[in-house]
Nanobody, 128 residues
Framework: QVHLVESGGGLVQPGGSLTLSCTVSGFSLDYFPIGWFRQAPGKEREGVSCISGGDGTTYYADSVKGRFTISKHNAKGTVYLQMNNLTPEDTAVYYC?????????????????????WGKGTLVTVSS
């Protein structure tokens, strides 16, 4: 059975850093992409970053490029999202999701519709 569980959210001051974790079960990170998404109150869901199966090619939204880093530890079944230089605009519930259709994510991965399984999310609040 497939499960994804996010952790690591919390309150952080502007300019601070936070690392989110997504622990998966029921499939291998060697073969399938994982995406990180976020949704702020009153806003649409946004694809933040994605890492492919296989060689771990990474993808980032322009809004986080240069500040966020996605990585994974296949043996631990965990995907990380290192977030630096956080701003209040990064405040949102962050979700991880799995695309079990193949090794490479869809070119439209950021829309979220290609993801098959989702975690329940972890709240990140950036505030002084």
């Amino acid at each position: 059975q497939v499960h994804l569980v996010e952790s690591g959210g919390g309150l952080v001051q502007p300019g601070g850093s936070l690392t989110l974790s997504c622990t998966v079960s029921g499939f291998s990170l060697d073969y399938f992409p994982i995406g990180w998404f976020r949704q702020a109150p009153g806003k649409e869901r946004e694809g933040v970053s994605c890492i492919s199966g296989g060689d771990g090619t990474t993808y980032y939204a322009d809004s986080v490029k240069g500040r966020f880093t996605i990585s994974k530890h296949n043996a631990k079944g965990t995907v990380y999202l290192q977030m630096n230089n956080l701003t209040p605009e990064d405040t949102a519930v962050y979700y991880c999701a799995a695309d079990l259709s193949g090794t490479r994510p869809s070119p439209f991965w950021s829309e979220g519709y290609s993801m098959d399984y989702w975690g329940k999310g972890t709240l990140v609040t950036v505030s002084s």
